[in-house]
């Protein structure tokens, strides 16, 4: 099976001098330049098609990355929960943090819709908020608290928010990467 070279940034095609990270499927590395997360650095003709020989990864990472982190599930934690809304209150949006320099900025998850009214605990009905949005809130719905959410809770099993902040399906990515692999 063919596959994409993906180099760390800094990489320098030229002298052909950087770190090597991985090799992934022609298709990851289409959906890794549509996220924006890498740049083609070399293209090449294969029976009638442009296939991406390589990218470079638009930040520098520095532990091993693989492709298959995607396969299994992402773990379910307050800590993955505070990791795909980017360290930030859903509410105010605030950043918040473990150790933050005030009470108020202290991160907490909250459930979107209270648990002591049927809510869920799944990714769906968790966001990241602060300290003070969470109290806010207490027990209620948004409309209840006069609240609204700065952007949607979504499952990263399922789908990934872009560059734009919009959430895009994965399945949907994939198969407009086939389409245009077809």
Not at 107 to 125: F, I, M
Request: glycine share 6%.
């Amino acid at each position: 099976m063919a596959s994409t070279k993906v180099y760390n940034k800094g990489y320098d095609p030229s002298t052909e001098v950087g770190e090597l990270i991985d090799a992934v499927s022609h298709r990851h590395a289409l959906t890794m330049i549509h996220r924006g997360v890498a740049d083609p650095v070399e293209l090449t003709e294969r029976g009638g098609e442009i296939v991406v020989v390589s990218v470079v990864l638009v930040r520098r990472i520095y532990a091993a990355w693989v492709e298959r982190r995607r396969v299994g599930t992402v773990g379910f934690s307050t800590r993955e929960v505070f990791e795909r809304d980017n360290w930030t209150c859903a509410y105010c949006g605030n950043k918040v943090s473990k150790t933050p320099w005030t009470q108020a900025r202290l991160a907490t998850v909250d459930h979107v819709h209270p648990r002591s009214q049927g809510g869920a605990t799944d990714w769906l009905n968790l966001v990241s908020a602060c300290f003070e949005c969470n109290q806010r809130k207490e027990d209620m719905s948004l409309a209840e608290a006069g609240m609204e959410l700065r952007f949607e809770p979504y499952d990263p099993n399922a789908s990934y928010r872009d560059i734009d902040g919009s959430i895009v399906e994965i399945a949907t990515l994939v198969a407009q990467c086939d389409a245009l692999a077809a």
